[in-house]
Nanobody, 117 residues
Framework: QVQFVESGGDLVQPGGSLRLSCTAS????????MGWFRRAPGQQRELVAS???????NYAASVKGRFTISRIATKNTMTLQMDSLIPEDTAVYYC???????????WGQGTQVTVSS
């Protein structure tokens, strides 16, 4: 079974930046579209950014222009660069394949991001 380990979450002030990393137990180059998801307190988990073959990316409207997703296949790693953070970005962030996410399967522990002054 594939395992994803998320890291990089922290407490940061509004306007600050964080870089999240997701390390997979297998090569992620051919695993299919992958994404970063988040769950804020009291809310459902949502997709914030995805990346698929050819490096094509998509972003939720709420993070477009502030977040950047990338995939480093040689290191089995996917990252999420988050800039201009706002309190509404506070959530637990997870990585997963888009397919497994739709099936609600294979979630890791996630990493906590808190944006607060």
């Amino acid at each position: 079974q594939v395992q994803f380990v998320e890291s990089g979450g922290d407490l940061v002030q509004p306007g600050g930046s964080l870089r999240l990393s997701c390390t997979a137990s297998i090569n992620i180059f051919n695993i299919g579209p992958m994404g970063w998801f988040r769950r804020a307190p009291g809310q459902q988990r949502e997709l914030v950014a995805s990346i698929r073959s050819g490096g094509v990316t998509n972003y939720a409207a709420s993070v477009k222009g502030r977040f950047t997703i990338s995939r480093i296949a040689t290191k089995n790693t996917m990252t999420l660069q988050m800039d201009s953070l706002i309190p509404e970005d506070t959530a637990v962030y997870y990585c997963n394949t888009v397919t497994w996410a739709a099936l609600n399967q294979n979630w890791g522990q996630g990493t906590q991001v808190t944006v607060s002054s």
